[in-house]
């Protein structure tokens, strides 16, 4: 950790588990981020947030980008593709990986389980409970939409993040709060990374 805050390195804790995140915490000089994560007190989610993380983040001055990966910002999501997986890796040991019945059998399967929707007001949650954990100064945006298969709907694109903004303003966010989120919070890590990097 010491040799990434000398070299100017982003430590990103998206892939972290808590205990990594804990040590990253207690080392780290610079602010870190999660650049695609969720809280893991509304969904519990491996990946999440815990919430003693989100407490330790303004004297670190780092930021939780909220991600909209569905299975993070919904738990009947996250159960419903747990069970997907369970399924799909008892039908690769009956048959094996590649057999065409794999593919069969999910499809079957999917018909039969419909997959429940995460939506934007979820994803909205999310961010205002990082808000009232950790601070408006430490929660950002990071969609993921590379690494997802199915969006949350009301979110499919970067094109409805003003619906996202619109949802948060009825929850009081102001519009200087919501730059912050839009970008000037990670702007602003960065920074502060950049900062303490010249002072040594």
């Given amino acids: 950790m010491r040799e990434l805050n000398r070299l100017g390195v982003v430590v990103d804790l998206a892939h972290a588990s808590p205990e990594t995140m804990r040590d990253a915490l207690e080392v780290s000089a610079a602010p870190v981020i999660?650049?695609?994560?969720?809280?893991?007190?509304?969904?519990?989610?491996?990946?999440?947030?815990?919430?003693?993380?989100?407490?330790?983040?303004p004297a670190n001055g780092g930021v939780l980008m909220v991600t909209f990966v569905p299975a993070f910002v919904s738990a009947k999501h996250g159960a419903w593709d747990a069970a997907e997986t369970a399924e799909r890796e008892r039908l690769r040991a009956a048959y094996g990986r590649d057999d065409p019945r794999v593919r069969a059998g999910l499809e079957e399967w999917r018909r039969a389980?419909?997959?429940?929707?995460?939506?934007?007001?979820?994803?909205?949650?999310?961010?205002?409970?990082?808000?009232?954990t950790a601070g408006v100064e430490h929660v950002g945006l990071g969609g993921d939409f590379d690494g997802i298969t199915c969006v949350v709907r009301g979110l499919e694109n970067v094109s409805t993040y003003p619906a996202l903004f619109t949802e948060l303003s009825r929850c009081g966010w102001s519009e200087d709060d919501l730059a912050k989120l839009a970008g000037g919070n990670v702007l602003r890590a960065a920074e502060e990374r950049a900062r303490r990097m010249v002072s040594r």
């Fill in 113 to 132: 389980h419909p997959m429940p929707a995460a939506t934007l007001a979820q994803v909205a949650d999310h961010i205002e409970h990082v808000r009232r």
């Fill in 34 to 57: 999660w650049s695609h994560a969720a809280a893991r007190a509304l969904v519990d989610h491996p990946r999440n947030v815990p919430d003693d993380m989100l407490r330790r983040l």
